[in-house]
């Protein structure tokens, strides 16, 4: 059992920034492909980013390209998603994830193991 623990959400002005981080109690997030998925209230939860577990592949959603960026600090044992110039319409919960496989996917479904969820509100 894997336990994931979501942090940085809170709120930010249109167009400003948030970190949000990805943590693993007592299991090292190197060792899993993780993903960031977010739900808006009354829509379906959708892709953010992923990486793979060593770091050598990454995936975004075509609306965050070029603003968001997944990392992972193996120092902290964190996987980090860095959200510029953020928008009101993604104004939502804020999930990771993590799978056994290697490929960073797009599919919640591949995903065995998800945090609670941290809330990003951006206004306008």
């Known amino acids: 059992q894997v336990q994931l623990v979501e942090s940085g959400g809170g709120l930010v002005q249109a167009g400003g920034s948030l970190r949000l981080s990805c943590a693993a109690s007592?299991?090292?997030?190197?060792?899993?492909?993780t993903g960031w998925f977010r739900q808006a209230p009354g829509k379906e939860r959708e892709f953010v980013a992923a990486?793979?577990?060593?770091?050598?592949?990454?995936a975004y959603a075509d609306s965050v390209k070029g603003r968001f960026t997944i990392s992972r600090d193996n120092a902290k044992n964190t996987v980090n998603l860095q959200m510029n110039s953020l928008k009101p319409e993604e104004t939502a919960v804020y999930y990771c994830?993590?799978?056994?496989?290697?490929?960073?996917?797009?599919?919640?479904?591949?995903?065995?193991?998800w945090g609670q969820g941290t809330q990003v509100t951006v206004s306008s």
């Open positions: 990486i793979s577990w060593n770091a050598d592949r990454t």
């Open positions: 994830a993590t799978r056994g496989g290697s490929a960073p996917t797009m599919f919640s479904a591949h995903y065995d193991y």
């Open positions: 007592g299991r090292t997030m190197s060792t899993y492909t």
